[in-house]
């Protein structure tokens, strides 16, 4: 979802300041105490003008206090859907590359969005399975094969030494890509949005 704000929490007697943040399934309070609520855990979120209250656990309840609680509660209550975060929409022609993954296919088909597991130039989103580093060796072909406009999702698992951040942007570069967005893919993996520089993506569709 990616909300953060400076703000007051009041929690168990303790009102510190620091900065909330709202991720994809939790609500986070980092400062001189830290607090972290899954959204599994909320029983109860209401918003006032000046805090948005927050029941979770065992009858637990904290406010933040927040320059916008109704717009963060808005959120909470209603998180928007992964295959929203990942950007497909009904106009995409998606490819699914060394992933075999039935929910994401399913979501895909919910937008009414083509999906296949061959890349063409009408292909405007691609889902690259990466498992180790060797499997990013894909990415100039599809930069080439894919729409110019067209974005590639890395979806790699979290924390392994086999594939990390730094081998997705550093081989991005190399294979003409830019890294722009990162979202949660799910709960082991990760996915780093990347697209053609824009100084090639203007050279495709200038004439001749």
């Not at 007697?13 to 830290?34: H, Q, V, W």
């Not at 003409?176 to 996915?191: C, E, F, P, Q």
């Amino acid at each position: 979802m990616g909300l953060k704000e400076e703000c007051t929490l009041e929690y168990e007697g303790r009102t510190p300041s620091g900065t909330a943040l709202l991720e994809t399934e939790e609500l986070i309070f980092r400062g001189s105490y830290r607090l972290k609520i899954p959204f599994a855990s909320i029983h109860a979120v209401e918003d006032t003008s000046e805090c948005l209250r927050v029941t979770f656990g065992d009858g637990q309840c904290a406010s933040f206090f927040l320059p916008d609680p109704e717009m963060w509660a808005r959120k909470i209550r209603s998180p928007k859907a992964r295959i929203d975060k990942l950007g497909v929409t009904t106009k995409d022609v998606v490819a699914l590359i060394n992933l075999r993954d039935e929910s994401l296919e399913s979501e895909i088909r919910t937008k009414m969005a083509n999906v296949s597991m061959r890349v063409s130039g009408k292909t405007t989103i691609i889902f690259l399975g990466a498992n180790d580093r060797s499997d990013l060796d894909r990415l100039p072909d599809l930069r080439r094969q894919m729409h110019c406009d067209g974005a590639i999702w890395i979806v790699r698992p979290r924390g392994r030494k086999e594939i990390t951040e730094s081998d997705v942007m550093n081989l991005a570069r190399k294979a003409g890509l830019v890294d722009v967005k990162v979202a949660r893919y799910s709960a082991t993996h990760t996915a780093e949005k990347l697209v053609t520089r824009l100084k090639d993506r203007q050279k495709s569709r200038s004439p001749g």
